[in-house]
């Protein structure tokens, strides 16, 4: 099925720990993001990727990396797992950069560090 | 992008319209008019977006006040599945990717 394939969808990890949440889409999108999204809160942009190649920050990105080494693939790394990194991630790409078809976004991964 | 302000919460009977509301004072000329939901859990769902004319898709109405100003969703005929927040955003697109996502309204369709 066309969309936006998120794993994995629950995760567990101590505090220090690195892990990589993964990203992938068929509809061959140009954009992708990662979004965070915290008890009560509305969603918080990451990162995001205009294409292959291409990264920037978005509002929230300190300990998270990026890569966008191919069109469909968009992995966010954490470096060094944090208490307040205990969030629910959503990935989400676009056609292109009028966005006139709105953003799909994946079903999202539910990470608690401890 | 400019800020938007919508109602906390609302309620609505199954099979009634669902009228939700969104102020959007500052907007400028080239921004559109977004609306998402997210259901329970799930991740946020593009619902219908619109620049200056009234639009309608298979899922939901949106009408735009004629100085932008505002907006409306209309649910014709909202179920126990629209149950959901609804986000409305304002956003131009062109040059800016971020979708500032507000916290919303929650909407509560009642049997």
């Known amino acids: 099925n066309a969309g936006v394939t998120q794993t994995p969808k629950f995760q567990v990890l101590k505090t220090g720990q690195s892990m990589t949440l993964q990203c992938a889409q068929d509809m061959n999108h140009e954009y992708m993001s990662w979004y965070r999204q915290d008890p009560g809160m509305g969603l918080r942009l990451i990162h995001y990727s205009v294409g292959a190649g291409i990264t920037d920050q978005g509002e929230v990105p300190n300990g998270y990396n990026v890569s966008r080494s191919t069109t469909e693939d968009f992995p966010l790394r954490l470096l060094s797992a944090a208490p307040s990194q205990t969030s629910v991630y959503f990935c989400?790409?676009?056609?292109?950069?009028?966005?006139?078809?709105?953003?799909?976004f994946g079903s999202g991964t539910r990470l608690t560090v401890v | 992008d400019a800020k938007t302000t919508q109602p906390p919460s609302m309620d609505c009977a199954e099979g009634r319209a669902a009228n939700l509301p969104c102020n959007h004072s500052?907007?400028?000329?080239?921004?559109?008019v977004y609306w998402y939901r997210q259901i329970h859990s799930q991740g946020p769902q593009y619902i219908i977006h619109g620049l200056k004319n009234n639009e309608t898709n298979e899922m939901a109405s949106l009408i735009i006040t004629e100085d932008r100003k505002s907006s409306t969703l209309i649910l014709p005929h909202a179920t126990l599945r629209d149950t959901a927040v609804y986000y409305c955003?304002?956003?131009?697109?062109?040059?800016?990717?971020?979708?500032?996502f507000g916290k919303g309204t929650k909407l509560s369709v009642i049997p």
């Open positions: 955003i304002v956003h131009s697109g062109a040059g800016s990717y971020q979708l500032t």
């Open positions: 989400a790409s676009s056609y292109g950069q009028t966005f006139s078809d709105g953003y799909t």
């Open positions: 500052t907007i400028s000329g080239n921004e559109y």
